[in-house]
């Protein structure tokens, strides 16, 4: 940035920013696992997680990072052969199928263009078409394009059937409303590096009765991920937990419940609006057909090299954020507004994104996103 200091700032879908109140908390003491004092951090720790999840069921946590958990989840509730409905509207999805074809399930896959959302129709309907299906999986929040589905509306149609659905919430917890136990979600994973504000590494799983059920029937083989030895040892860990990083969780999990989950929710509902509102009054075009309020997938204007956008404002403007993934890449660019973010933060970004759109050429009036986004806070702030 030549003759500035060069501040950095993650404005990327995970790893998100981590507060310095956490960051802290993990330069603790690491004390010995199989102790009662650890275990009563371990126990207030996973039962305040149940007020993330909006569920009284068992949360568990083990380190891995948030595909650790989709796996525990996949190798404890599909046995070799069973039918399984997945969803792939984008890279995550994506990676749903292929941990079911790891563990030799029989797939019936909703394959959508990436940037859809399924409906509580189209899953109704594949469970119409297979009723044998055991499990349905989901992702609450496709990062990869930016998407965001009704899982309530899904939870409704899986609910009255008797058929497991899970749904990987790794960007969305924290972020979109999510209440397992009132919507009927079964199956709910996530990991630490996103909506929970903490860096890579901790995974966290929460399971019903209905899922456990099928959970104790499963012959898939497991051992690490074995959730069972988990539910055993529960609130301590069948092996040593990442003991600097539940004090952690425990802090973050402290932050959420002092704002109110509901607030943090539309915190992030009001920076996504700003976003949305920024990049659409820059001319350009959101991917996603129902775009969450996680991250912001936005089109790579015609004319213009998409992989020179994030590689340009990390370089010269210290801000990251997120190029396409997969059929994606150079195609999209895309910036977050999950946990710990501020308005300013997202300011910032556009800022920088509008300088580095001029650079490449793409024309557009100065100014015009950032002044859309003030113009959303501006209602927050001062109420104009
Ligand atoms: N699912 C979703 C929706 C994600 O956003 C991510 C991380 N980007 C993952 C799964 C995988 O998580 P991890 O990289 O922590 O394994």
């Given at each position: ?278 990049v659409?009054?820059l ?26 956008i994030?590689?340009?404002m ?5 801000v990251?954020i ?13 910036i ?13 970004a556009i800022s920088a994104l509008e300088f580095t759109l ?11 996103g ?15």
């Amino acid at each position: 940035m030549g003759k500035f200091l060069k501040k950095h700032y993650i404005m990327a879908p995970g790893p998100t920013p981590v507060p310095n109140d956490i960051l802290t908390e993990g330069a603790k003491e690491t004390i010995h696992h199989r102790t009662p004092q650890f275990v009563s951090i371990m126990e207030e720790t996973l039962e305040s997680a149940k007020y993330v999840f909006q569920t009284k069921n068992n949360v568990y946590a083990f380190a891995s990072t948030g595909t650790g958990a989709m796996e525990a989840a996949v190798a404890n509730l599909v046995s070799p052969g069973d039918k399984v409905i997945v969803v792939v509207a984008g890279k995550f999805g994506e990676r749903w199928k292929e941990l079911c074809q790891a563990y030799g399930a029989d797939i019936v896959e909703i394959a959508l263009e990436w940037g859809d959302a399924v409906t509580p129709e189209q899953i109704e309907e594949a469970l119409n078409k297979n009723p044998d299906a055991k499990v349905v999986f989901t992702t609450y929040s496709e990062t990869s394009t930016g998407t965001v589905i009704d899982l309530e509306g899904i939870a409704r149609v899986t609910k009255e059937k008797d058929v497991v659905l899970v749904t990987d919430a790794v960007s969305a917890l924290g972020a979109e409303p999510l209440k397992m136990d009132e919507w009927g979600v079964d199956v709910v994973v996530t990991g630490s590096q996103k909506g929970l504000m903490l860096p890579p590494g901790l995974a966290l799983i929460s399971l019903n009765d209905k899922a456990w059920e099928l959970v104790e029937k499963s012959r898939s083989p497991r051992y690490y991920f074995d959730l069972r030895a988990y539910k055993k040892s529960y609130p301590d860990n069948p092996y040593t937990p990442a003991v600097n990083m539940i004090y952690m969780l425990r802090k973050a999990l402290q932050m959420i419940k002092e704002e109110g989950i509901e607030n943090v929710w539309e915190r992030h509902r009001i920076l996504g609006d700003a976003t949305r509102a920024a990049v659409k009054a820059l001319g350009l075009e959101l991917l996603s057909k129902r775009p969450g309020n996680v991250v912001t997938a936005v089109k790579v204007p015609e004319g213009i090299d998409g992989k020179q956008i994030p590689k340009i404002m990390r370089d010269k403007y210290g801000v990251s954020i997120a190029g396409g993934q997969g059929k994606l890449k150079g195609k999209i660019f895309r910036i977050a507004h999950l946990g710990y973010m501020s308005p300013f933060d997202t300011i910032t970004a556009i800022s920088a994104l509008e300088f580095t759109l001029k650079e490449l050429g793409y024309e557009f009036e100065l100014g015009a996103g950032v002044k859309a986004a003030e113009a959303v806070f501006a209602k927050e702030f001062i109420g104009e």
